[in-house]
């Protein structure tokens, strides 16, 4: 390997390395804050889900990043700008992550990685080759993202809080909303990840089979199993703890959140002492919807780390710039998904912190409606076509569930800190990527 494509690599592992550290409290921050799993157990499983992600079905996002983050036609004369171009990109995103890490303040990279594409274009190209509609939109994502996803958690929330925990006997209210419970969350999430990890086998039975089945069939298939089978299991879990107990018996200890030990009968929410094996089954619920969050953002948010090394890997194997679809070697697949486990891993405690405790306290039932209602807010935003950060909607659902529970409860000063960096983030970054450009392209 050229010693250029080496540094580039070096820069694409870099910018990983910085979002795994700061986009994967997306995934993990509600169930550390809440107990549900330890730090060490989430970066685990967040490591494990996000590499699979990332190198299964990250080529999607990063063939597509690779051709339309920046239009191919104004860059064909002089393929080589854009390789510089890319370059700065890289070291944009990757100082503003880290700067925005060490202060434990979750950012978008998506929008990291817009402003430096906008700020190395107007260098290179003029302010006309900046697509400012785009800029709009993410504008308009970043003001109704948190709002959109606050209002659906407090949503889910207030439901939770009603028809379950301030019951006489929520144990028993719980049995009864274990199907509908399931069905939400399996719905919401397969959404997000069914598609991409079913269309192998619909694509053999399509191909190979030859049957002719919708491309939904499969996934809602999968779906419905998952959601009967975790019906089930939830039942016989909450029968099983504490012993058979009488329906609506207290019990005589607390749920292991985590390895944190047994030292009370029962957990507290806001407004209601719930049994330990309430909060215990929202745990598992929890922790099953963040394996969704880290599995999809493996596949999805990795493309903003490796689509200019791809490019830049393209243009110096053909000497032109890529146009439609580009083949993603799996080795750059690789270094992205290693990149994010080792910034999750070393420094992605403090993002953790800011979301799961350093907003509003946490149990598993609350951050359990602060995830879904962060998967929903996305899922909405797709279908709209609207450009929106998965650290904006989480941040706005943990914000709505302190809204229901008490408004003192919210850290404000927190939140300041949080908005701040959001606004920066993309003139930081395209301000970066334009002085980095200008310098870069007068030397080489």
Not at 39 to 45: D, E, G, K, P
Not at 143 to 163: C, D, E, R
Not at 320 to 342: E, H, K, Q, R, Y
Not at 382 to 404: E, F, K, N, W
Request: charged letters at 10%.
């Amino acid at each position: 390997m050229p010693l250029s494509l080496l540094f580039v690599a070096l820069l694409a592992f870099y910018v990983a390395w910085n979002l795994g550290a700061n986009d994967v409290a997306n995934a993990m921050g509600t169930s550390v804050g809440s107990k549900a799993v330890t730090l060490r157990q989430a970066l685990i499983i967040a490591g494990v889900l996000e590499f699979t992600g990332a190198v299964l079905f990250g080529h999607q996002v990063t063939e597509t990043l690779a051709t339309k983050i920046a239009n191919p036609a104004l860059f064909a004369a002089t393929p080589e700008i854009l390789v510089v171009g890319m370059a700065t990109v890289l070291v944009s995103c990757g100082v503003w992550l880290q700067i925005a890490t060490s202060r434990g303040l979750p950012v978008s990279s998506s929008h990291a990685v817009v402003g430096a594409i906008a700020g190395f274009s107007w260098v290179a190209l003029g302010v006309d080759a900046i697509d400012w509609s785009s800029i709009g939109m993410i504008t308009v994502g970043w003001i109704l993202t948190p709002v959109i996803s606050g209002a659906i958690a407090a949503l889910f929330y207030s439901q939770i809080k009603h028809w379950i925990l301030e019951r006489p006997n929520p144990i028993l209210q719980l049995q009864e909303w274990i199907p509908w419970l399931s069905t939400v969350l399996i719905g919401v999430f397969g959404v997000i990840v069914l598609p991409s990890v079913t269309q192998p086998l619909t694509n053999f039975l399509i191909e190979q089979v030859g049957l002719n089945l919708p491309s939904y069939d499969i996934p809602l298939l999968t779906g419905a199993v998952a959601a009967v089978g975790l019906t089930v299991i939830s039942w016989r879990q909450l029968e099983d703890k504490g012993t058979r107990r009488e329906v609506g018996a207290e019990e005589t200890s607390a749920p292991n959140f985590g390895g944190q030990g047994d030292k009370e009968t029962r957990r507290t929410t806001p407004n209601s002492p719930v049994p330990s094996r309430v909060e215990r089954l929202f745990a598992r619920f929890q922790l099953l919807s963040a394996c969704f969050v880290a599995f999809a953002h493996g596949s999805n948010d990795v493309g903003n780390a490796i689509a200019p090394l791809a490019a830049i890997v393209y243009i110096h194997r053909t000497g032109s710039v890529p146009t439609d679809g580009i083949a993603i070697p799996i080795w750059i697949l690789m270094l992205g998904g290693a990149g994010i486990v080792g910034g999750l891993a070393v420094w992605g405690k403090k993002v953790i912190a800011t979301i799961g405790e350093n907003i509003i306290s946490l149990q598993p039932s609350s951050g359990f409606c602060a995830e879904l209602a962060t998967a929903t807010t996305i899922l909405i935003a797709s279908r709209l076509g609207l450009p929106v950060s998965t650290s904006h909607a989480l941040v706005g659902g943990v914000v709505g569930i302190g809204l229901v529970q008490n408004i003192k409860s919210i850290k404000f000063k927190t939140l300041q800190g949080i908005a701040a960096a959001w606004v920066i983030t993309i003139p930081v970054s395209a301000v970066l990527s334009a002085a980095l450009f200008s310098i870069a392209r007068t030397l080489f």
